[in-house]
């Protein structure tokens, strides 16, 4: 019954800026942190950013000072706030919420012009 949606991906070009958005769905018991991932083509999935339960957060040096991860519990809404978007940030990105086991949405695309 769980279900993680994201959505806010699509097309901008460099120095602009984009919210993503992951709705979720279902109850998730024992929620220890929420993050965003990206894998861009050829290279790994790697950690975006985090935020843990007690609203520490944790970002990648690439995107440290211009991206913000935040949440609304009451909407059960993860957000990520991407501003100053380099070419490099171009992947697919993915709403992660890590309880005992990790729960993980379908992705959106995030592509950024040069």
């Known amino acids: 019954q769980v279900q993680l949606v994201e959505s806010g991906g699509g097309l901008v070009q460099a120095g602009g800026s984009l919210r993503l958005s992951c709705a979720a769905s279902?109850?998730?018991?024992?929620?220890?942190?929420r993050g965003w991932y990206r894998q861009a083509p050829g290279k790994q999935r790697e950690l975006v950013a985090f935020?843990?339960?007690?609203?520490?957060?944790t970002y990648a040096d690439s995107v440290k000072g211009r991206f913000t991860i935040s949440t609304d519990n009451a909407k059960n809404t993860v957000y990520l706030q991407m501003n100053s978007l380099k070419p490099e940030d171009t992947a697919v990105y993915y709403c992660?919420?890590?309880?005992?086991?990790?729960?993980w949405g379908k992705g959106t695309l995030v592509t950024v012009s040069s």
């Open positions: 992660n919420i890590r309880s005992f086991v990790d729960y």
């Open positions: 935020i843990t339960s007690g609203d520490d957060t």
């Open positions: 279902g109850s998730i018991l024992g929620i220890k942190r």
